[in-house]
C-alpha cells in the first residue's frame, strides 16, 4: 500500500492541473452560451459548393 | 408547418401572392419579397442547414431590407471617433460587441456566423444565442463595419454596438466567480469523497499511518473548498446578522466551519471522526442551487436590455453656426436637434417646428406612421419617416424605451407578496433552527458527549430550510421570465399570484377585441342598375380625397389606391354626415340615412352608409370591426382554463352583442361610460369574483386599476399602459391565455414546493435531533431537496403555449 505515497500525490496534482484549465475555461467565456455548442455539431461545415449535385 | 404559410417565418401568406425559393429540392412559399430575399441568400450561400436545425422561426422580414435609416446610422459607425466609443483595437484589428436584433434559437447564431466568417476582412465572429450578443473582430483595412453590418442586415438580423453602460459587467464578474468556485467545489469533493470510501472500507486493514495521511490528503482538497468555495455563504451569513435578520446562510456557515474545524482537529490529534466529503459535498450542492437562481434571474433581464441599443449613438444639434454632428452623450436637455427624414430619434423630445408622421413601433410595435407636429412629444426610438423635424431635447438617459426596460427588471426585482412571505416563514424558521440546534448540543452535551457534535451538526444541515426560502423565488422568476417569452411584461411580480386566482375577464372591445379599423361588411344593392363592384367603385371615387376610418374602409374595398382612382366632380362634403359629387355624369350622394334622407326624398333603408342618386337609393353599405385573428381561440382556450369572458364596451350594445356572439362570448355590456365599467368590475368583485381587465383605451385607466390583475394592449394609450399591471406586445391576444396558464402554473409549482419543503424540513428535523442521522445522509437530504425545488420551477419556464 506504499504505493499511495507517490500516486495520490500524482492525483492531487492532476487536480490542480484540472482546475486551472477550468479556471481558463471560464475566464475566457467558454460557459457562456451553453445552449448554442450542443447543436453545433449537428451543422455541415464544409458541404460541397456544388448544390446542382443530386445529394446523396 | 401549415399549408399556406412563410416556409421562412410561418406567417400567412397574403393572397394572390407567389413567391416561392427552392428549398431541400423543393419550392417554398414566401409571404413578402423580405422574406424571399433573406431566405434566397441563404440558400446561395449554402447554409440551408439553418432551416434543418432551428428551433423557431424566423421573424418576419418587413420591406426594405437595410432601409436608408439604417445604412446611414451603419456608415457613421465608420467613424474613427465613434469607433473609439465601442470598439477596442486588438493589434491590427478591431474587436466589438454588437447586440443582434432577430436572433430566435441556436441555429440563427450558426447562420450569422458562418456567414460573417465568409466576409473579406472578418477575423472572427462569435455569437450568443442567449443573451444575442455577437463578439467581432475584424480588419478595418479591408472591411468597413458599415459593410459587415449591411450585409447581416440582409439576411434579416440587425447589429448595433452594445452599450457597455447598459451591460451587467457585475452579472458576468459573479457568474464567473460561482462557476470557478463550482468547478474548484466539484473537482474537490470528487477527491475527498473517494478518499472516504477507501478510509470507510480499508479501514480495517489499514495502518494506523495510512489512516492517518489519506485523513490529511482530505484536509488538504477540502480547505479550498471551505476557504474558497463557500466563501460567499460566510458574506452573506455576515451582512445579515449585521441587519438583524439572520438567513439560511448563518445556520449554513457555522455548520461548514464548525465540521471543518472538528474534522481538523481529528486529523491533527487522530481521535474521532472526519466529515471532510460531507462538508465539500454539501458546499458544491448549496453553490449549484445559487448558480441556478442566479443565471433563472438573469435571463429576463438580458433580452429586455437589448431594447436600448436600437438608438443611434449621435444626433445632429442646431445652432447658431448651423448643423453639427455630436455624440448623444453631449446633448443636453433644451437643446434642439434636427432629425432628418428616415433618422431613428436617441432621445425624448417636443417637435418645435415641421411636422411629419413617424413610426413608433420601438414603442408600441405597430409600423403604421402617426402624424405629429409642433408641440407634440415624440419618444427616443421613434422614427422620421417623411419631413425633417426640429426636435427640443426633454430627455437624454432617462427615456421612454429605458423606461420600459427598467419596468420589466424592476417587476423582477420587486418581491412579490408570496415571496416577501416565505422569506419571513424562512427568517423565523432560521432562528428556531439556531434555538433548536444549542439545545440539541446541550442535551447530548451531558448524555454523549463523544457524538454531541456530530448531531448538531446533521441538525444544522439537514434542516437548513434553503429549500424552503428558494421554493418561491425561484417559481415566480421563471414565471415573469416565461410571460416575457410569450410577449406579456409584467410591471409587478404580484402579477402571477394575481393571475392564478381569476375566474372572469373582461374586455374592452375596440382596439383590444378588433384591430380598431372598419372594413365594409356588406354592399345590399337596390337597383339593377348598378352591381356591388360598381357601388364601391362609385362610393371610391366620392370618397377618395376624404380621411376618416369609413372612407379608407370603402377605398380598401374597392380594391382602389388614393393616386389612380378617378375622382369624382363638384364634390361637397358634409363632415360627419355624407359627401355628394358628380360621377360620370350623374349626381349622386353617399353618407347617413339623415343625410340621404336631407338631400333626396326615397325612403330611405337602415345602412350605416347609403348610396343614392336623385332617382332612387342604389344602394346600402355595412360595415364590421372585424375581432383580431386569434380573438375566437383565446375565447376557447380561456373557456377551458375555467375563465369565463365578458365585453364591456363604450361603443353601442348592437354592435357589441354581434362581437361577442361571433365570439361566444355570453357577457355583452354596451354604451359603457369608464364609470360603468368600474361599476362593473366592482360589482363582480363584491359577488367574490377575481377579475382580469384588458384594454387600452383612455377610459379603461380606472378599470384597469380597479381589476384585480389587468394587461394592456401595447398599441393603447399611454394611460391604460400606466395603470395596467401588465403590457401585451405585439398584435396577437393568445399570450392572455398562455399569461394566465402560467399565473396558475406557478402558484401550483409555489404550493408544491413549499409543501415539499416544509414537509421534507418537519419529518428529518426529529430524525437529526435524536441522533439518528449521519451528516453525510443530511447533506444528500438537504441538497436534494432543494434541486428539486429549483428543478421543479424550471418546469415553468419550458411551458408549453
Not at chain 1, 48 to 56: E, M, R, T, V
Not at chain 2, 19 to 46: Q, W
Not at chain 2, 532 to 554: F, K, M, R, T, W
Request: hydrophobic share 45%.
Amino acid at each position: 500500500m506504499a504505493i499511495i505515497y507517490v500516486l495520490i500525490p500524482i492525483a492531487i496534482l492532476f487536480i490542480c492541473v484540472a482546475i486551472g484549465v477550468f479556471i481558463w475555461a471560464v475566464k475566457s467565456n467558454q460557459f457562456d452560451d451553453l445552449e448554442r455548442h450542443g447543436t453545433s455539431v449537428l451543422f455541415d461545415d464544409d458541404q460541397p459548393d456544388d448544390k446542382d449535385k443530386p445529394s446523396q | 408547418m401549415t399549408q399556406g404559410s412563410c416556409f421562412h417565418c410561418h406567417e400567412p401568406i397574403p393572397d394572390g401572392l407567389d413567391l416561392t425559393v427552392e428549398i431541400f429540392n423543393k419550392p417554398r412559399a414566401m409571404c413578402c419579397l423580405g422574406c424571399h430575399a433573406v431566405a434566397e441568400s441563404i440558400v446561395s450561400a449554402g447554409l440551408t442547414d439553418y432551416y434543418k436545425h432551428r428551433t423557431d422561426v424566423a421573424g418576419k422580414v418587413e420591406g426594405d431590407l437595410v432601409p436608408e435609416a439604417l445604412k446611414l446610422q451603419f456608415q457613421r459607425l465608420d467613424m474613427e471617433e465613434i469607433q473609439d466609443e465601442f470598439c477596442t483595437n486588438e493589434g491590427d484589428f478591431k474587436e466589438a460587441l454588437l447586440s443582434l436584433d432577430g436572433v430566435r434559437c441556436a441555429a440563427c447564431a450558426w447562420l450569422i456566423e458562418k456567414h460573417l466568417s465568409r466576409q473579406v476582412g472578418v477575423v472572427r465572429a462569435t455569437v450568443n444565442s442567449s443573451t444575442h450578443r455577437l463578439l467581432l473582430r475584424w480588419d478595418p483595412a479591408k472591411a468597413a463595419l458599415s459593410q459587415l453590418l449591411s450585409s447581416l442586415a440582409n439576411l434579416g438580423y440587425q447589429a448595433l454596438p452594445y452599450d457597455k453602460e447598459v451591460e451587467d459587467k457585475s452579472y458576468q464578474d459573479r457568474k464567473q466567480s460561482f462557476l470557478i468556485r463550482i468547478g474548484v467545489a466539484a473537482l474537490a469533493s470528487m477527491q475527498v469523497m473517494m478518499f472516504a470510501v477507501a478510509l470507510y472500507f480499508g479501514v480495517f486493514d489499514m495502518e494506523p499511518h495510512q489512516q492517518s495521511y489519506l485523513r490529511w490528503v482530505s484536509l488538504l482538497m477540502a480547505t479550498p473548498v471551505i476557504c474558497y468555495a463557500a466563501w460567499p455563504f460566510y458574506r452573506s451569513a455576515v451582512t445579515s446578522l449585521k441587519a438583524g435578520h439572520p438567513n439560511m446562510d448563518v445556520p449554513v456557515s457555522i455548520a461548514l466551519i464548525l465540521a471543518f474545524v472538528a474534522s481538523s482537529y481529528a486529523t491533527i490529534y487522530q481521535t474521532g471522526e472526519v466529515y471532510f466529503e460531507s462538508i465539500s459535498m454539501f458546499t458544491f450542492f448549496l453553490l449549484l442551487g445559487r448558480y441556478a437562481e442566479l443565471v433563472a434571474r438573469h435571463r429576463g433581464n438580458a433580452r429586455s436590455a437589448n431594447a436600448v441599443k436600437l438608438l443611434p449613438a449621435v444626433v445632429h444639434r442646431l445652432t447658431n453656426a448651423g448643423v453639427e454632428t455630436v455624440p448623444v452623450k453631449q446633448v443636453l436637455a433644451g437643446e434642439l436637434l434636427l432629425l432628418k427624414p428616415g433618422e431613428t430619434l436617441a432621445v425624448d423630445g417636443i417637435i418645435r417646428s415641421g411636422h411629419s408622421h413617424v413610426d413608433l413601433s420601438v414603442l408600441t410595435g405597430e409600423h403604421e406612421p402617426i402624424a405629429k407636429s409642433v408641440g407634440d412629444t415624440v419618444f427616443a426610438g421613434v422614427i422620421n419617416q417623411e419631413q425633417p423635424l426640429e426636435i427640443e431635447v426633454t430627455e437624454v438617459k432617462d427615456t421612454m424605451v429605458a423606461s420600459i426596460v427598467r419596468m420589466q427588471e424592476q417587476a423582477l426585482a420587486s418581491r412579490a407578496r408570496p415571496v416577501q412571505f416565505a422569506d419571513k416563514v424562512a427568517r423565523y424558521f432560521v432562528v428556531a433552527l439556531l434555538i433548536v440546534a444549542s439545545a440539541t448540543a446541550t442535551f447530548w452535551y451531558f448524555n454523549r458527549p463523544e457524538d454531541a457534535l456530530w448531531i448538531t451538526l446533521a441538525v444544522l444541515v439537514a434542516t437548513c430550510p434553503c429549500a424552503l426560502s428558494l421554493a418561491t423565488p425561484t417559481a415566480i422568476t421563471a414565471g415573469i421570465s416565461r410571460l416575457g417569452a410569450s410577449g406579456v411584461i409584467a410591471k409587478t411580480a404580484d402579477l402571477l399570484d394575481q393571475l392564478a386566482a381569476i375566474d372572469r375577464i373582461a374586455f374592452d372591445k375596440t382596439g383590444t377585441l378588433t384591430h380598431g379599423t372598419l372594413s365594409v361588411s356588406n354592399v345590399k344593392t337596390y337597383t339593377g342598375q348598378f352591381d356591388q363592384q360598381q357601388v364601391l367603385a362609385i362610393a371610391a371615387s366620392l370618397e377618395s380625397g376624404a380621411n376618416h376610418p369609413l372612407a379608407d374602409a370603402i377605398l380598401v374595398a374597392a380594391n382602389a389606391d388614393k393616386q389612380t382612382i378617378t375622382v369624382a366632380n363638384n364634390i361637397e362634403l358634409a363632415p360627419g354626415f355624407g359627401v355628394s359629387g358628380d360621377v360620370d355624369g350623374m349626381a349622386v350622394y353617399l353618407g347617413s340615412p339623415q343625410y340621404i334622407a336631407q338631400h333626396t326624398s326615397h325612403s330611405v333603408p337602415s345602412h350605416r352608409v347609403v348610396l343614392a342618386s336623385n332617382d332612387a337609393v342604389l344602394a346600402g353599405l355595412d360595415f364590421i370591426d372585424p375581432p383580431r385573428d386569434d380573438a375566437q381561440q383565446l375565447v376557447e382556450q380561456l373557456t377551458e382554463l375555467g375563465v369565463s369572458a365578458a365585453i364591456v364596451s363604450g361603443d353601442q350594445q348592437s354592435h357589441t352583442a354581434q362581437l361577442a356572439n361571433t365570439l361566444a362570448i355570453d357577457d355583452a355590456i354596451g354604451n359603457c361610460t369608464p364609470e360603468d365599467k368600474l361599476a362593473w368590475v366592482k360589482q363582480k368583485q363584491c359577488r367574490g369574483d377575481n377579475v382580469l381587465m384588458v384594454g387600452d383605451g383612455i377610459n379603461d385607466g380606472p378599470v384597469l386599476s380597479q381589476a384585480n390583475a389587468s394587461i394592456a394592449i401595447s398599441t393603447g394609450t399611454d394611460i391604460a399602459k400606466r395603470s395596467a399591471d401588465a403590457v401585451l406586445l405585439g398584435s396577437k391576444l393568445m399570450p392572455i391565455a398562455t399569461a394566465v396558464r402560467v399565473g396558475q402554473q406557478t402558484k401550483r409549482i409555489i404550493r408544491q414546493n413549499l409543501g415539499w419543503a416544509l414537509g421534507y424540513n418537519l419529518v428529518v428535523l426529529p430524525l437529526a435531533v435524536s441522533g439518528m442521522l449521519p451528516p453525510y445522509i443530511a447533506v444528500i437530504g438537504m441538497s436534494a431537496s432543494s434541486l428539486i425545488v429549483v428543478v421543479n420551477a424550471m418546469r415553468i419556464e419550458s411551458m408549453k403555449g
